[in-house]
Structures are given as structure tokens and as C-alpha cells.
T-cell receptor
Framework: AQSVAQPEDQVNVAEGNPLTVKCTYS??????LFWYVQYPNRGLQFLLKYITGDNLVKGSYGFEAEFNKSQTSFHLKKPSALVSDSALYFC???????????FGAGTRLTVKP | GAVVSQHPSWVICKSGTSVKIECRSLDFQATTMFWYRQFPKQSLMLMATSNEGSKATYEQGVEKDKFLINHASLTLSTLTVTSAHPEDSSFYIC??????????????FGAGSRLTVL
């Protein structure tokens, strides 16, 4: 079965600095990879996904992620962090049709002014 | 864009009572909906897959008699927590998949329902 690891529980960055939230995956097959963001007491909001094609995926709110097959990673990045980016970020992986989407444990991003 | 509505957002109930949570796809039809449970500071755990017109598929370790799922229409799935106990207190989130989109399409998530059992 597929799985996702987010090695960092917490990431702290200063506003204006670049941010990276790490994600590695394990699947037997071609992965479909996703990033979601969750604000307090809210559901998940879709940021971006990788299905196939260009390894660099651009998503909502200026976020992007790079699929690295050799390192089985899909790190989330943003060139310049905003305080409003502070939230809980989840990486997820599935095979084919989302019927079995697995989420990472989540990484809490805090952007300080 | 696609919207999924969950109701209620917050619910407090007494131990032993049953609580129903609704998940509605507002502008699309969903043959498949998913129910997740999220404990504080933890990830989402898939509880079950809800299929319109058929029985739900439960993940291992999830009691189907305790967490009743009904997907009676293409826009509505309900989760009923029966005989709730304090340990059932959690944040429950649903997601829905547009029936006309195939492959690795994006799921649309509801805003979640926080259940507190006293």
C-alpha cells in the first residue's frame, strides 16, 4: 500500500523568506501526489497535484512542488512566505483514482513577521 | 468551483446518543464520497468509502455498526455515530469525487464537523 512521510512536525520561517515543506512517498506503481492546506477547524483546501509530465508543479497561492522520482520526494515550496501561509499542510498520495488516498501526518507551518 | 457542504459544523451530545453528520456536494454529483477522522494534531484517517446506492466500504478497524454510512443520493452521504462515547469525540471530514471526472482528479473536501461527546 502507498504511504507518505512528512519528516517535520513544524516548520518556522520568517516572512519574505523561502519556505520548504518536505514530503517523501512510497508506492508500488506510479504515484499521484497532492498537497493540501488546512486552516483551524476547517476542511482541506487543494493546493496542487502531480500526475504526470513536468516535474515542477505550480499551484494555488504561489506554491509549487517538485516531483523527484529518484528521491521519491514531493517537497512543497514557496519563494517568499507570507504570515497568512501559516497553517497545517498535508501531503497525500494515491494510485489512479483517489479511492485510496493516504495522507502524511501533516506539517505545521508558522510564518513570523 | 466544486463545493462540499458539511452539517453540522459543531455538535455536542451526551454519551449514549446518536449523531448524524451530512455531507453534500452542492454543484456536482458524487457517486463516491469519503469519510475521514482527524484527531488533534494528527493526520486524516480514512474511515470508509461511501458509494451511492450500495454499502459503504470500511477501513480495517472501523466499526461499521458504530459508524453508519448512508449514500442515498448522488449529492448526499450521511455518517451516523451511534451510541456515541467520549472517545468518539473528533473532527470528521468528508470529501467527494465528481462522477464525471475520471483518473486522479482532485477530491473536494467539506469544512469538517467537530463532534464533542460529553
Amino acid at each position: 500500500a502507498q504511504s507518505v512521510a512528512q519528516p517535520e512536525d513544524q516548520v518556522n520561517v520568517a516572512e519574505g523568506n523561502p519556505l520548504t515543506v518536505k514530503c517523501t512517498y512510497s508506492v508500488s506503481g506510479n504515484p499521484y501526489l497532492f498537497w493540501y492546506v488546512q486552516y483551524p477547524n476547517r476542511g482541506l483546501q487543494f493546493l496542487l497535484k502531480y500526475i504526470t509530465g513536468d516535474n515542477l508543479v505550480k499551484g494555488s497561492y504561489g506554491f509549487e512542488a517538485e516531483f523527484n522520482k529518484s528521491q521519491t520526494s514531493f517537497h512543497l515550496k514557496k519563494p517568499s512566505a507570507l504570515v497568512s501561509d501559516s497553517a497545517l499542510y498535508f501531503c497525500a498520495v494515491s494510485l489512479y483514482n483517489n479511492n485510496d488516498m493516504r495522507f502524511g501526518a501533516g506539517t505545521r507551518l508558522t510564518v513570523k513577521p | 468551483g466544486a463545493v462540499v457542504s458539511q452539517h453540522p459544523s459543531w455538535v455536542i451530545c451526551k454519551s449514549g446518543t446518536s449523531v448524524k453528520i451530512e455531507c453534500r456536494s452542492l454543484d456536482f454529483q458524487a457517486t463516491t464520497m469519503f469519510w475521514y477522522r482527524q484527531f488533534p494534531k494528527q493526520s486524516l484517517m480514512l474511515m470508509a468509502t461511501s458509494n451511492e446506492g450500495s454499502k459503504a466500504t470500511y477501513e480495517q478497524g472501523v466499526e461499521k455498526d458504530k459508524f453508519l454510512i448512508n449514500h442515498a443520493s448522488l449529492t448526499l452521504s450521511t455518517l451516523t455515530v451511534t451510541s456515541a462515547h467520549p472517545e468518539d469525540s473528533s473532527f470528521y471530514i468528508c470529501s467527494a469525487r465528481d462522477r464525471y471526472l475520471s483518473g486522479a482528479n482532485v477530491l473536494t473536501f467539506g469544512a469538517g464537523s467537530r463532534l464533542t461527546v460529553l
